[in-house]
């Protein structure tokens, strides 16, 4: 299962660039993989989803909550297991959610049986850039300082970096969604059979 895992904080601007990407691309984009076992089929809306998760969300041990979220790794990899599939937040925004002092060891197992992603981009935005758009979205400001939203990227970077998997960088700020998902098809090019290219 080629995954492109699309990662960065809320507000970067991911879903709309995996929406972009998948179009592009012409493959399947996944979001809330947890939602197929959650949700009965056909059900509108989020809330039994959302009615879960906060709740795992708030265990104290990580260890629960990382494996938890790896379960939808695990969901999409046996309903596309032949396919290229855009992921929105993937292995990056576990590690940033979830903070577990023993990552690695959950994150290989997963990934032992499905493999790592083909490809993963990172999104940045500065801090107020980022609590401009959430409060445009939500009406809210999401009230994280500008030192909290840097080292929550940086652990991405440092992660990314460490592992050696092929990624790539993006600030979105001053581009639009489609020079951002221009630039990630770019990078992903020489990785995909023709049949995904233009």
Known sequence: MPVIAIEGLDG??????????????????????LRWILQEEGQQGLESYWAVVNRV????????????????????????????????????SNLDYNQNPRFDQVYQAALSEIGQP????????????????I??????????????????????????KRVGWPHLFVATDDQTPEQVTARIEDGVALMLPPAHTR
């Open 57 to 92: 969300n708030e265990f104290p041990d990580p260890m629960c909550r990382q494996w938890f979220h790896c379960l939808g790794w695990l969901l999409i990899h046996h309903r596309y297991p032949d396919s290229l599939v855009i992921v929105d937040r993937y292995v990056l």
């Open 135 to 160: 409060t445009q979205r939500d009406g809210q400001d999401p009230g994280e300082s500008a030192e909290e939203d840097a080292r929550r990227v940086q652990r991405m970077k440092d992660f990314i």
């Open 12 to 33: 970067c601007g991911k879903t709309t660039v995996a929406k972009l990407l998948a179009t592009r691309l012409r493959c399947k984009l996944v979001e809330k993989p």
């Open 118 to 133: 083909l490809f993963t981009a990172v999104l940045e935005v500065t801090a107020n850039e980022r609590r401009r758009r």
